[in-house]
């Protein structure tokens, strides 16, 4: 039975944007989205070219209020059992559109901050006490075991820096996504709705484990530094894995173990292809570069050049790069964004990712 006349699917509201607006940033490459609603937060998908899918993973305690009411219930099976999928709701956006409303006062860009000081606070519904001040970022409330998060007091507004403050509602299918963003707690105030649209059925890039072929971990600056430096005119990006070799065998010395390593094959290396001629950027098997590196034989895929530099965005924000290419030439880069609201009196909030899957050029593929 339909709840999206009783209560709204979703609730949410936030009283700094600017790390919400990153995350959908990372994944503004095409101007329809489809936004996932579930308990345990919002997933944000967006395709190109049936080639390239992005997906921005946005947990409910980036929200300082997140509540979820289910279109349906669990339907029973023929056998009259219920079944044990997760209920969600799914609904298609103009991200462009929500980005620039977003940024309507021109606030919610630049670096995140802390959910610390003083701020005012959304009056939540049922509740007959006026908007007040509170100290410090955090509601009561942890999320646990991917249980929704859902604080007594959603902080809203910041201390001295101007910020953005969000809440935004979604009845239900058929109805708009209703958005206030208000700057501060005296400021200006404005009120949007946002067409939605029916959720279709978007590219599937199942990614195998098991079949596995190069996984690599490391500094997202490393790899950011090293795209940055390619023409822009480039057509492809190949991706290159290589076994590490025994660089112990002959070589008695430090100069020579030194001198060996350097001889050797590169564990990593990015070949970049244009009208202009071929660039190559090694990797060694060094902690210091990557941090986690496996590769059981010689691996070599090939991608369009464009669709590699859709993940910037994402990779600018990021702290850690998960690559990893299955044996069809699946591409998989996870990018780890920094903490969303590190706590009091705790060892942090939750990192966020945005996800990028890419299909290799037939050539390799």
């Not at 944007?17 to 990372?26: K, M, Q, T, V, W």
């Not at 219920?82 to 860009?109: K, V």
């Not at 809440?167 to 105030?189: F, H, K, N």
């Not at 299909?359 to 593929?365: H, P, R």
């Given at each position: 039975?339909?709840?999206?006349?009783?209560?709204?699917?979703?609730?949410?509201?936030?009283?700094?944007?600017?790390?919400?607006?990153?995350?959908?940033?990372?994944?503004?490459?095409?101007?329809?989205?489809?936004?996932?609603?579930?308990?345990?937060?919002?997933?944000?998908?967006?395709?190109?070219?049936?080639?390239?899918?992005?997906?921005?993973?946005?947990?409910?305690?980036?929200?300082?209020?997140?509540?979820?009411?289910?279109?349906?219930?669990?339907?029973?099976?023929?056998?009259?059992?219920?079944?044990?999928?997760?209920?969600?709701?799914?609904?298609?956006?103009?991200?462009?559109?929500?980005?620039?409303?977003?940024?309507?006062?021109?606030?919610?860009?630049?670096?995140?901050?802390?959910?610390?000081?003083?701020?005012?606070?959304?009056?939540?519904?049922?509740?007959?006490?006026?908007?007040?001040?509170?100290?410090?970022?955090?509601?009561?409330?942890?999320?646990?075991?991917?249980?929704?998060?859902?604080?007594?007091?959603?902080?809203?507004?910041?201390?001295?820096?101007?910020?953005?403050?969000?809440?935004?509602?979604?009845?239900?299918?058929?109805?708009?996504?209703?958005?206030?963003?208000?700057?501060?707690?005296?400021?200006?105030?404005?009120?949007?709705?946002?067409?939605?649209?029916?959720?279709?059925?978007?590219?599937?890039?199942?990614?195998?484990?098991?079949?596995?072929?190069?996984?690599?971990?490391?500094?997202?600056?490393?790899?950011?530094?090293?795209?940055?430096?390619?023409?822009?005119?480039?057509?492809?990006?190949?991706?290159?894995?290589?076994?590490?070799?025994?660089?112990?065998?002959?070589?008695?010395?430090?100069?020579?173990?030194?001198?060996?390593?350097?001889?050797?094959?590169?564990?990593?290396?990015i070949e970049a292809t244009g009208t202009f001629g071929n660039t190559e950027m090694d990797y060694p098997n060094d902690r210091d570069v990557l941090e986690s590196f496996e590769c059981l034989a010689p691996v070599s895929f090939s991608y369009r050049f464009s669709h590699i530099s859709r993940t910037m965005r994402a990779m600018q924000t990021s702290v850690k790069t998960s690559l990893r290419i299955d044996n069809e030439g699946l591409l998989?880069?996870?990018?780890?964004?920094?903490?969303?609201?590190?706590?009091?009196?705790?060892?942090?909030?939750?990192?966020?990712?945005?996800?990028?899957?890419?299909?290799?050029?037939?050539?390799?593929?």
């Open positions: 039975m339909s709840r999206a006349h009783d209560l709204p699917v979703l609730k949410a509201s936030i009283h700094d944007i600017r790390y919400f607006s990153a995350l959908l940033r990372g994944v503004n490459f095409a101007n329809r989205a489809t936004v996932t609603v579930t308990e345990k937060g919002l997933l944000v998908v967006v395709e190109e070219s049936r080639t390239l899918l992005g997906t921005a993973y946005i947990f409910s305690d980036v929200f300082d209020e997140f509540i979820y009411h289910a279109e349906t219930e669990n339907k029973p099976s023929q056998q009259g059992q219920t079944t044990d999928q997760e209920i969600f709701s799914a609904f298609e956006i103009p991200l462009n559109n929500f980005l620039e409303l977003l940024n309507i006062f021109g606030t919610a860009g630049g670096s995140t901050s802390s959910r610390t000081g003083r701020y005012k606070a959304w009056k939540k519904t049922g509740d007959g006490s006026d908007e007040h001040e509170s100290e410090g970022g955090e509601g009561e409330g942890d999320r646990e075991g991917g249980n929704t998060n859902k604080k007594k007091a959603g902080s809203l507004f910041g201390g001295a820096e101007r910020k953005t403050g969000m809440r935004l509602t979604y009845i239900g299918p058929g109805y708009p996504l209703t958005v206030i963003v208000a700057e501060d707690a005296s400021g200006p105030t404005t009120t949007c709705e946002i067409a939605t649209f029916d959720a279709e059925d978007h590219l599937e890039l199942p990614f195998d484990s098991e079949q596995m072929a190069l996984k690599i971990i490391l500094k997202s600056s490393w790899l950011r530094d090293a795209l940055s430096e390619l023409d822009p005119s480039c057509d492809k990006l190949t991706f290159i894995g290589n076994p590490s070799e025994n660089l112990d065998t002959g070589a008695q010395t430090a100069r020579q173990r030194q001198r060996a390593r350097l001889q050797a094959t590169p564990n990593f290396r998989s880069l996870q990018f780890l964004m920094p903490s969303s609201a590190p706590r009091m009196n705790s060892g942090g909030g939750t990192s966020n990712f945005i996800e990028f899957r890419c299909l290799a050029l037939e050539e390799d593929a």
